[in-house]
């Protein structure tokens, strides 16, 4: 768990700590009326009696006392140790030597800190690659980048945020790359497991949009992992039973059950068939993964059992199955398995729709 991990937290202030209204010209200690984002009083006062707490802003028109002035108006300059502006810095937030340099002020390792913030591009990624922790305040259910999710937990809302810190830590997406180039990953594997994760993340942020509990991180993870075994199965142990095995020795179960309940084969069994979602759009989307392509489930069906002729037969038998899943996950979503599937080419691949 990351509360174990960092020292510092480092907040984003605009739209992360208060709310930011484009409407209002000027710095906004000035403007008429200035808020607190939802829950940003009793998260600061309960984590900074724990870890360091510091804000980091692009801000332009503000000083850092103009900064203390707004926090001022909402009550959260008590809980704010140390400001750095991107000026004082001398480059934009979206240089990962922004928060290079901020870790060199508070003489920490990167490692001991974590990014809190809403803006992706200026928040996250700049910070993950200067090797801090992330935390992505997600309240719209957004996008990463290329369905390709680097943070490393993520929240709709800053109430999550001091549970969030408490909970098992997923593996990044380079631990993730670590683990199949120690297992023999081949090239054609690690982009099968790329277009199925990347699907189940676009497909499960389309759920929590929806308003429903998932984890989109988890299912990106989870789709990541499911196949972390393929090439290094144990002689009378199938592969996604080899990869629960591992995961759970890596202290990841719930990515462990994803990677177990992923099999055609086993979609009937009720010890191994898909129970929650994120376990249910994984097998799915590994469903409509032929290689590193996007293909009907009809397709996939047919080039598996061409496959593994020795299992045809039970994938044959299996197939009600798989269309019952085909059709709860669509249902959700509202569209046929045909629109489904054009909307998720259409995401991934960024395909330019013509009538």
Known sequence: MLAGLIETI?????????????????????????????????LLAHISQRFNVVLATNARDSTIEDVEEALVRVSLDKYINRIFLSSSMHTEKSNPDFYRRICAALDLPANRCLMVGDDYQ??????????????????????????????????????ELEDS??????P??????????????????????????SASYQVSSWFAQQGISISPLVAHRGGLLHDLAKLREVPGENHAVSAARLLNQYGQPVL???????????????????LTWEEKIVNYCDKLTEGSQLVSLDQRLEALQTRYPEFAGKIRQN????????????RVLGLSSTDFLTKLRTALYHIVQTN
């Open 122 to 159: 200026n928040d996250i990624l700049p910070a993950n690659l200067a090797g801090l922790f992330t935390v992505w305040l997600n309240p719209k259910h957004s996008l990463a980048t290329a369905q390709l999710p680097l943070h490393d937990l993520e929240i709709s809302g800053l109430r």
């Open 10 to 42: 480092i907040f984003d202030w605009g739209n992360t700590l208060m709310q930011v209204n484009p409407a209002n010209p000027g710095k906004m200690k000035d403007w008429d009326e200035v808020a607190a984002i939802d829950g940003a009083k009793s």
């Open 172 to 197: 990044s997406y380079q631990q993730c790359l670590f683990w199949y180039l120690q297992h023999g990953a081949t090239n054609t594997l690690w982009a099968h497991v790329n277009v199925v994760a």
């Open 165 to 170: 810190l408490s909970e098992n830590l997923l």
């Open 319 to 330: 197939i009600p199955l798989v269309k019952a899943l085909e059709n709860e996950i669509t």
């Open 256 to 274: 462990a059950q994803i990677a177990l309940r992923h099999l055609i084969g086993k979609i009937g069994d009720s010890s191994e068939r898909p």
